[in-house]
């Protein structure tokens, strides 16, 4: 299950991933859980594995700037940003492009997306392997500390992930800096290794910087376990439930999952004043789409 970084191993795991397999690997910060982020239910493995309780939006690892600025809109700012300190732990928070078939559940359904160029050849290797950009994590189970080394991630994710490449210690060990460029200048929503001379914005959460800003919601009423639509409500099935449109109609959680943003934007969009929902088993990834329902609900 732990393989040494190097050429067979790299090739295990870019087939792992194509397959919509998560793989643990090596970043200059900490280890990260890396998946295919244009596959949803590749990214939606990520959160099973790490027994996340809910979605928050994670960030897209690339290969080159030009891969960026097909994800992402950068500013002229942006551009000398990430010049400047590419590949390294910047993360750049920007508007993300239509068309850019990066998961809805990359981005947790906001406008926005978190997007950075490692510098660990081992991530920069499976990059180039996999050819696409990589949704990743830190590879530690949920509420544990992020991991360092290969070790840790074995002993917080060990059976629950089908490999880890072992490229030793992670020269920084701290997570990236990130930082939200928009028409307001930047924002500094985590600390990290790249110091900016930016103060900590504090319009999020003080529990986790960034986070209130990075909350999508639909902007009409949404009701949660509804069986059926009342009157002008946009129903979102799952399984049985039939609906206007589905989250999965065989019941497929991590399919739900995949699909959950998505749905929400979609039902926001009808012409439909409220939505409802079928009710989500309470199990497994169900707990992460229930947290974000209920966040989401009246
Ligand atoms: O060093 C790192 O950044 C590591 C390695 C693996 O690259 N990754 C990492 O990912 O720390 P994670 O998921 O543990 O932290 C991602 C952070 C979360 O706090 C999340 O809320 C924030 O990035 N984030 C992602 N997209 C965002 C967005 N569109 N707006 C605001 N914050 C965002
Ligand atoms: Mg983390």
């Known amino acids: 299950m732990i393989r040494p970084y190097g050429e067979a191993a790299i090739e295990a795991a870019a087939a792992l991933i194509a397959a919509g397999e998560p793989v643990a690997v090596p970043t200059e910060t900490v280890y990260g859980l890396a998946a295919d982020a244009t596959n949803g239910a590749a990214v939606a493995s990520i959160y099973a594995a790490k027994g996340r309780p809910s979605f928050n939006p994670l960030i897209v690892h690339v290969e080159t700037i030009e891969a960026a600025e097909k994800i992402a809109y950068f500013s002229y700012q942006a551009r000398v940003l990430a010049k400047a300190h590419w590949p390294g732990p910047l993360t750049l928070v920007l508007p993300v492009r239509e068309g850019s078939g990066i998961a809805s559940l990359v981005t947790a359904g906001l406008s926005t997306i978190a997007i950075r160029m490692p510098a660990h050849p081992a991530m920069q290797a499976l990059l180039k392997a996999v050819g696409k950009p ?165």
């Open 134 to 298: 990589l949704a990743a994590p830190s590879a530690n189970a949920s509420g544990s500390i992020s991991p360092t080394r290969a070790e840790h991630v074995m002993r917080s994710l060990s059976g629950r992930i089908p490999m880890i490449i072992d490229g030793g210690a992670c020269s920084v060990g701290l997570e990236s800096t990130i930082v939200a460029v928009d028409a307001d200048g930047l924002r500094l929503l985590r600390p990290g290794p790249v110091d900016l001379g930016l103060t900590l914005w504090t319009g999020g959460s003080v529990e986790s910087p960034g986070q209130l800003a990075s909350h999508y919601a639909p902007t009409k009423p949404l009701r949660l376990n509804a069986v059926s639509a009342d009157v002008d409500e946009w129903l979102i099935g799952f399984g049985a439930i039939v609906g206007d449109a589905t989250l999965s109609s065989n019941g497929d959680i991590s399919e739900a999952a995949a699909n959950l943003f998505a749905a929400l934007h979609e039902a926001d969009a009808s012409s439909k004043e409220g939505i409802a929902v079928a009710p989500i088993p309470n199990t497994g990834l169900g707990a992460a789409i229930n947290d974000r329902l209920s966040r989401a609900a009246y």
